[in-house]
């Protein structure tokens, strides 16, 4: 495979650095260092660039007023951003349009992705399921209304860490019908039946906790199509892990520069060979996260154009992730080793790094889980 960037996709990039050229992490509240500093919304300014530079609509289709990019392209953008810690729900905005554009009815296509992608509509997506550990979709139900009302469906369940869902206009909530089959609803924040309460994260987001009682989607609003829901859950993951290489990057420029000014016993620390060695360490696992993030995107628009291989693009998506979970830990725990004391200093932005980076290391699954993930998926397809 080819992983050669499109001029297409350059151009992304050159955009997403110039949007993210003035964004300093340290706007990030931190709740351990402040107890109850919590961010009550997401950077709107910085929504506002990334909309008027038509990174919103980078995944959409021109129809829909978008450049018709991918998810390679998604990724390109999901780095730069993490080397800033923006706080924009670009993910789950992005993922959730591609879904809707993907697999939505003309209705619902019309009623969501020009405003998403003018940024004046905010999606997100209910990923995580009731605790966090068991399937999204298995944590809420979906079953058609009885004879004699109006045609749709009813929502009763929770689905807990939803990022963003106090600020988004509408919500992709997975759920499974009385035969097992997975469908996603989307559903608007202000609906009957749907309270959202506090949860907070370790990075000082909002995140909520969804409790769906008689929810009611009509049937425009929800998608059955098979497959729909995995998609995007790989979507979400990959993207994760774009999040996570972007991070891991900024944070071994952060020791590198540190570590080559910093002197003990008059020779930057960095000439010491067990620095060095150790920064050389972080330096493969960043690369190994890399390699494995465009070998799962690129699976992920391979498999919508059609083409295939002898594992499904799951396989690639749970590589990217193990190394995702396991790399930016061991990145940002160096980083706090070769700092010294220095990295405890909280008018120095490394413990915010930190802090996202344990939350991108658990998201969507540790690499424990993914793990295991692979391991079914090798059992249930056993290469030649």
């Not at 139900?141 to 939803?162: F, K, M, N």
């Not at 699954?365 to 249930?380: I, S, T």
Request: glycine share 10%; charged share 20%.
């Amino acid at each position: 495979m080819d992983f050669t960037f499109t001029e297409e996709q350059r151009a992304a990039v050159e955009a997403a650095k110039a949007v993210f050229a003035d964004v300093a992490p340290d706007r990030v509240p931190s709740p351990a260092l402040t107890p109850g500093a919590v961010a009550e919304d997401f950077d709107r300014p910085l929504w506002a660039k990334l909309a008027g530079s038509d990174l919103l609509s980078l995944v959409l289709a021109e129809e829909h007023g978008g450049a018709g990019l991918d998810t390679i392209a998604l990724c390109l953008v999901l780095r730069e951003a993490a080397k800033v810690l923006a706080r924009v729900p670009l993910l789950e905005h992005c993922a959730t349009a591609m879904a809707v554009q993907a697999h939505g009815g003309p209705e619902l296509t019309a009623a969501l992705l020009p405003g998403a992608g003018r940024g004046s509509l905010v999606l997100t997506v209910a990923a995580h399921g009731r605790t966090g550990h068991d399937p999204a979709e298995r944590s809420v139900t979906a079953r058609p209304q009885e004879a004699g009302e109006d045609a749709g469906w009813i929502l009763d369940g929770a689905q807990t860490s939803v990022a963003w869902a106090h600020n988004a206009d509408w919500i992709a909530v997975p759920a499974h019908t009385a035969r097992g089959e997975a469908v996603l609803a989307l559903v608007p924040r202000v609906t009957d039946g749907l309270t959202l309460a506090e949860q907070f994260s370790t990075t000082g987001e909002r995140l909520a906790e969804l409790a769906l009682d008689g929810v009611r989607v009509p049937p425009t609003h929800l998608i059955a199509v098979p497959g729909a829901w995995d998609r995007l859950r790989q979507v979400l993951a990959t993207g994760t892990c774009a999040l996570a290489l972007g991070l891991g990057e900024n944070v071994l420029t952060m020791t590198s520069q540190y570590t080559g000014k910093r002197e003990q016993f008059g020779f930057p620390v960095a000439t010491f060979q067990a620095v060095a060695v150790q920064a050389a360490d972080r330096y493969i696992d960043l690369r190994a996260m890399e390699a494995t993030l465009w070998q799962a995107a690129w699976r992920l628009d391979a498999a919508t154009a059609g083409a295939g291989g002898p594992l499904p693009s799951a396989g690639d998506v749970a590589v990217a992730k193990i190394w995702a979970s396991e790399g930016v830990r061991r990145v940002v725990q160096t980083a706090q080793h070769l700092h010294g004391g220095f990295g405890a200093d909280t008018d120095y932005p490394l413990h915010r790094y930190h802090a996202w980076a344990k939350q991108l290391e658990l998201q969507l699954g540790p690499a424990a889980a993914h793990e295991e993930a692979l391991g079914d998926l090798l059992a249930a397809h056993p290469l030649a």
